[in-house]
Antibody
């Protein structure tokens, strides 16, 4: 069974940092693109960024709203995806989902982890 | 960037009804459109991809159609579990676009 389990969310002050983790199982982690998608409270879905597959050098891409502040990385030995978030702003408050990319769509999604940026 | 506009934003319906949700793209996207269902407090789930291909395990009461810039999601014979929010999604130039969502509520 394919599973993605996020962790690491919490309350952080504006300007602070937080690192989210996503532990995956049930599929070949290195062969898949992996994305982060977020959802602000009561709002829609916003793509955050991507880690391409190993054959694509784990190349990363980001939405304009987080470029320069967020960094995506992987640890193959732990089958884990990470999202390092720096210089956090109140508008980064959201549930963050780890998602596997299949062709051009997203499946499955993790359960999400809530990040709240507030003083 | 391609913009996706869903309509309506909110849809009220009753058990047993058939409903249709529309997703319009700002330019042609061929058939590269997916639909997701999201229930309150839960992660989205993929329903259909390539405009009309039903994901494994998804009820055949869900169907999709369209190509180019106009797409529809139809849910027939509404069941209590179908009341949720639905999103369309497109991928181009390594970025995803999502529609703003359609909330399907019980009348």
């Amino acid at each position: 069974e394919v599973q993605l389990v996020e962790s690491g969310g919490g309350l952080v002050q504006p300007g602070g940092s937080l690192r989210l983790s996503c532990a995956v199982s049930g599929f070949s982690f290195s062969d898949h693109y992996m994305d982060w998608v977020r959802q602000a409270p009561g709002k829609g879905l916003e793509w955050v960024g991507r880690s391409r597959s190993r054959s694509n050098g784990y190349y990363t891409e980001y939405a304009a709203s987080v470029t320069g502040r967020f960094t995506i990385s992987r640890d193959e030995s732990k089958n884990s995806l990470y999202l390092q978030m720096n210089s956090l702003k109140s508008e980064d408050t959201a549930v963050y989902y780890c998602v596997r990319v299949v062709v051009r769509w997203l499946d499955p999604w993790g359960q999400g982890t809530l990040v709240t940026v507030s003083s | 960037d391609i913009q996706l506009t869903q309509s309506p934003s909110t849809l009220s319906a009753s058990i047993g009804d058939t409903v249709t949700i529309t997703c319009r793209a700002s330019q042609t996207i061929l058939r590269w459109l997916a639909w997701y269902q999201q229930k309150p407090g839960k992660a989205p789930q993929l329903l259909l991809h390539r405009g009309s291909v039903l994901e494994s395990g998804v009820s055949s009461r869900f169907s999709g159609s369209g190509s180019g810039a106009d797409f529809t999601l139809t849910i027939s014979s509404l069941q209590p579990d179908d009341f949720a929010t639905y999103y369309c999604q497109h991928y181009k130039n390594y970025q995803y676009s999502f529609g703003q969502g359609t909330r399907l509520e019980m009348k």
